[in-house]
Every structure is written in C-alpha cells, then in structure tokens.
C-alpha cells in the first residue's frame, strides 16, 4: 500500500492518458437539503430539520453516536429512502421528480457489504454499477468501464477471483468499483471502513480522498472514527440526538472537546497534532441510570 500522494498520482496518471477521463462529463455537482425530516410510521422520527448544502469536491465525514440517523441521512441523500417532508436537490432540481437512474447518474451508493452477499467474480460484480449507465451503452463500452476503475484501484488481477474469497481490504475496493462504474460526481458510502483492522481503515480513506482530488469529487462517507475523520476528511458533518446536525465545518472546528462531550457524552482531551486535532478520550459521562451527567 502507498502513501496518499503515491494513491493521488497514480489516479491521475491513469486517467490523463490519451482517453478522457470518466468522470468529467456532468461537471460540478451540489447536493442541498432543505428542512428535510424522515420518519417511520411505527418508529417515529429519525431525522428532523435538516438543512445542508454541498457544493465542492472533497471528502465529507459523518459522524455521531449510534442512532443519530446517519445511515437515514445519505439514504435520503441517495434517494432510497424518500423524506417525510422537505426537499432534496441535486443542482437545483427536486429529487422528487427524478427516477432512481437519474439520481444514479449524479450519485453512487456504497451500502455497508458482507462477504457473503456476493458468489460472483469481482468483474461480475463490478459490472452490477453499470446498470445505472446510459441505457444505450454497448457491453464494450461497459467492459471498458470497469476495466478503467479496475486499474484505478488496481484490483484488475483480481477480475476471476470471487468476492467472497477476497480480504477485507479486497472486499471495500470492490464495492468502491462498483460505484465508481456508473460514473458518479457524488459516491456515498455507509461505513466503509467496518470491520476492517486499522491498516485497511486508513488505507480505505486514504483511496477515498484521493479519488475526491483527483477526480474533483464529492465523497460522503460515514465514520465513527473520530481521528481517522479529522485526519482525512476535508469537511466533518457531526449529527446529534434526536437526529439533528450539530455542526459542520473542517475538522478543527468541529471535533472539538467541547463537541464531543456534547454530542457522545464523553469526557475527552483534544489536542493539535500539526493542525490535525487528534482526540484522546476519558471517561463516559453516563450515569448508572443512562443520563449523561
């Protein structure tokens, strides 16, 4: 595994070459969310009020304490699930009166994956992204696409394996193929780094934030790694109970002792590791009872 520089040149290398790029046809992309509440009829609210706006490449961590909704916030995002009230935009236009494939051609969702979900080849699987293509794409020119992302991850040794023979590092490289494939400006993903020891997590977000500069991509990706998030992250969106976004900004204005005692509950120190704020937590400010003194 490379540094972050070497990940970054190698990208731009492959795709600065005699062909165009894949990812430049849409142009820039902004994302905005207006008062948007969602909610199950059995369950009650999860999300309330939400209001944001993303309108520059970068790498965009959420994060907050479990059950904060922020699986709900990017599912909304993604149109896969619909809100029970406010908008979404996508440059402008309301979400509402686009189909999923024209969601699909702004923006690739990564959902959280199981080893066991697929007993296909990696380029079976890789080729499911290619659904939400251009409809009247030919199977070269489909092939050509995700052999183009294969060798941007460097995963095109791996085409014949199964995906489920695969490491776990193996496995997130995969996923992010396949959502790279239909030629998103926006990819999401839901924890892209679970159940990956720490190497795979760093070298995960290391890709993630290559391929937003090198790409000039938007990508939004949950964490619950707070130093891996103020590490490598560009913007941090921290969402609160009762499902509710309680700051936004670059990592040193939002993962702050102030903030985290807040929003988790947990007594921490805070200090600057050459202006990377690196957390070191304390003891949990929660009672015998579950209230938070």
Known sequence: MGSLSDLKQDMKETLTGKESSEFDD????????????FGYSSGGTVIRNIDLKIDRPGLYCVVGPNGVGKSTLIKCMS??????????????????????????????????????????????TILIGCQNRRSGDSDESKM??????????????????????????????????????QKPKVLILDEPTANLDVK?????????????????????????????????????????????????GPPEEVITKENIEKVYGVHCKVIDDEGVPVVILGQSMMDEFGNID
Not at 26 to 37: K, Y
Not at 105 to 120: E, N
Not at 145 to 173: R, T
Not at 205 to 215: D, F, G, H, K, N
């Open 79 to 124: 149109k896969i699930e619909e809100p029970t009230s406010g908008d979404i935009l996508i440059n402008g236009r309301s979400i509402k009166t686009m189909r999923h494939k024209d969601v699909a051609k702004f923006i690739g969702y990564v959902p959280v994956v199981s080893k066991d979900v697929f007993s296909m080849s990696v380029l079976e």
């Open 200 to 248: 795979y997590q760093v070298y995960v977000v290391e890709l993630l934030r290559a391929l937003a500069e090198s790409e000039g991509m938007i990508v939004i990706m949950i964490s619950h790694d707070l130093n891996i998030s103020a590490k490598y992250a560009h913007e941090v969106i921290m969402m609160s109970t009762p499902g509710v976004i309680y700051k936004v």
């Open 144 to 181: 050509k696409a995700v052999y183009k992302v294969m060798v941007l991850l460097n995963i095109q040794d791996l085409s014949e394996k199964l995906f489920s023979e695969l490491s776990a590092g193996q496995h997130q490289k995969v996923v992010i193929a396949r959502g790279l494939v």
């Open 26 to 37: 849409i142009g820039n992309v902004v994302i905005e969310m207006n008062d948007v509440t």
